[in-house]
């Protein structure tokens, strides 16, 4: 009787807790509650579809719904063990095919697996430095080369040798160790910020890079206007053609980033658009002075105007313009408005690796006042080791490389640098003037700096003029999103523009005579590319690339 008691007892119990449950469920204020849960999600629904509309414009919008869809099916679809297995035979082709290009390079190099037994002599070593040295590679010094080495000439590299032989042990992080090296690196700085027009206020900070510099300033806004507006969900908004390293810090700060189309006349960032994108969770705006893949620079006063209305950061990003947009003005060539004296501007990156000639290593982030700039400081007083304190990412950092800035700062000067502006726009203009009499072919954009973009009309190909260009030993970038062909002008091709305009016209010529001629790879790989709806896959071939680089 007892056990049946017992199980009356728990069933009656149940029942109970049933129906407690369904009258909670069932009470009208859960049902409140429920409604403004579902309202809640439906006006984020409607919020992430409203600024895709109101951005994009309702085309861009039924593409991107599209592309998305496709993504969605494209990534079940890769599931499929015949299709895994597939897509992971071609993958291997592909990687099998770089790392032959690649250790094909290095002919009869043998890897070094593990530390010599005894270490080599010193002349050992420097043979083993020569021959490495002299390895095939493309032939950036007679100016065949888009960017990569921004070379200011051999006694300018002799220079910066002796620069980094001097200070080869140095450490910016011990400034009562090598004074020498506090005061080159604050000197570079102050350089940096005359040129570009720095109000008294003005400071700055010296990184390893553009992309550092990119890196810094994001994550500056995000903590101020998190200090400042308690912002916990930031969100940057930039142009698509502005830097990927904006990207990159998106991914590391956990900013969300917004993209603005540009114009496909001009390819200045819409700035009618990026006005619409802004929201309480804005923290910064950014322009390109000039941009990477055309050589654009947007409309940073207007840019500054937005920015000062809704009381947000503006960063322009100069590292690419570096050493050429500042001297425009002064060589009497067309130029356009972007630096500190703009309304609005916060800050600008400028790297001194690039049009500067110093060694690859060094870049400043310029900010308007010190008060911005404390915030891109790493500060933390409670370590065991001590009160530890670094203005950027690194903290250890090579006072060879400051001090061979400084040096190429010095012995360039304003009118080395005024000279070498002269004549890369020359170079470039030389290019862009070829470009515009050949009627398969156009320029992106009105470029104003050291860069050149180019595509092609009808049914010309522009990666198939890539690679005849590349047959003849000129090694340029291609550009997706619209197909394009990318020279970022150096130095070094003030002697060879003319020799490249005469290439071009005879790759486009010999193209049009012979249109089921060999073709190159570049096509067929972005076009795979354009056609692939799930870009892992080709994530997935990058980052082989990139396992490669490290492949002894």
């Known amino acids: 009787m007892s056990v049946l008691a017992n199980q009356n007892s728990r069933e009656a119990a149940l029942i109970r807790l049933i129906q407690v449950t369904n009258d909670v469920l069932d009470s009208r204020y859960l049902k409140h509650l429920k409604n403004i849960v579902f309202v809640l999600v439906l006006l984020s629904y409607w919020s992430k579809l409203y600024n895709k509309v109101l951005v994009g414009g309702p085309v861009q919008a039924a593409k991107d719904l599209k592309a998305y869809i496709l993504k969605l099916a494209f990534k079940q679809i890769r599931r499929l063990p015949q299709v895994k297995a597939k897509i992971n035979k071609e993958l291997g082709t592909t990687l099998a095919g770089m790392e032959k290009s690649m250790m094909d390079k290095e002919g009869d190099i043998l890897a070094t697996l593990s530390l010599p037994e005894h270490g080599l002599t010193i002349d050992e070593v420097r043979e083993r430095l020569l021959s490495l040295r002299e390895l095939k590679a493309a032939d950036w010094a007679g100016g065949k080369v888009s960017g990569a080495i921004y070379h200011g000439g051999d006694e300018l590299t002799d220079l910066l040798g002796e620069a980094y032989r001097m200070f080869a042990v140095s450490n910016p992080l011990h400034p009562e160790l090598f004074p020498g090296i506090r005061r080159m690196e604050a000197d570079s700085v102050a350089m940096v910020l005359n040129m570009f027009n720095a109000p008294s206020t003005g400071c700055g900070i010296m990184t390893s890079g553009g992309t550092e510099s ?30 990927a390293a904006f990207i990159k810090a998106a991914g590391y ?28 969770n804005t923290v910064m705006i950014a322009g390109s002075a000039v941009n990477f893949p055309h050589g654009i620079a947007d409309d ?19 590292c690419l313009g570096s050493f050429i947009m500042p001297f425009l003005e002064k060589a009497g060539l067309p130029t ?36 911005i700039r404390k ?42 640098y005024l000279d070498s502006c002269r004549k890369i726009i020359q170079a470039r203009q030389t290019i862009q003037d070829c470009v515009k009499t050949i009627p398969q072919l156009h320029v992106k954009g009105n470029p104003i700096g050291p860069v050149i973009a180019f595509g092609a009309n009808g049914s010309m190909n522009i990666y198939d003029v890539g690679d005849k260009l590349a047959e003849r030993g000129w090694h340029l970038s291609s550009l997706q999103n619209p197909p394009a062909l990318h020279i970022s002008i150096t130095l070094l091709w003030a002697s060879s523009a003319d020799k490249f305009s005469q290439d071009l016209r005879e ?18 790989i972005y076009g795979t590319a354009a056609s692939v709806p799930d870009k892992t896959i080709i994530d997935d071939v990058a980052a082989g690339f990139i396992d490669l680089l490290y492949k002894a």
Request: proline residues 5%.
């Open 375 to 416: 915030y891109q400081y790493f500060l933390y007083s409670e370590w065991t080791g001590g009160i530890y304190a670094s203005p950027s990412v690194a903290g250890s950092r090579p006072g060879a490389l400051v001090a061979g800035c400084w040096a190429a700062l010095m012995h360039m000067g304003k009118s080395g």
């Open 253 to 280: 700060f956990n900013i969300k980033v917004i993209t603005i189309p540009v114009d496909p006349v001009t390819y200045r960032v819409d700035v009618k658009k990026m006005a619409r994108a802004i929201t309480k």
């Open 336 to 371: 356009t408005n972007f630096d500190f004296r703009v309304e609005g501007v916060t800050s600008i990156s400028c790297d001194t690796h690039k049009y500067g000639f110093a060694a690859k290593g060094s870049s400043i982030v310029m900010y308007r006042n010190p008060t």
């Open 214 to 243: 990119i890196l810094m300033a994001c994550k500056t806004y995000r903590d101020m206007y998190k200090d400042i507006k308690g912002i916990n969900y930031p969100n940057m908004i930039v142009p698509v053609t502005i830097h």
């Open 507 to 524: 790759c486009v010529q010999d193209l049009l005579d012979h249109p089921d001629g060999n073709k190159g790879s570049t096509a067929a």
């Open 300 to 318: 940073i006063v207007a840019l500054g105007k937005l920015a000062k209305k809704h009381d947000i950061g503006l960063h322009v990003d100069c």
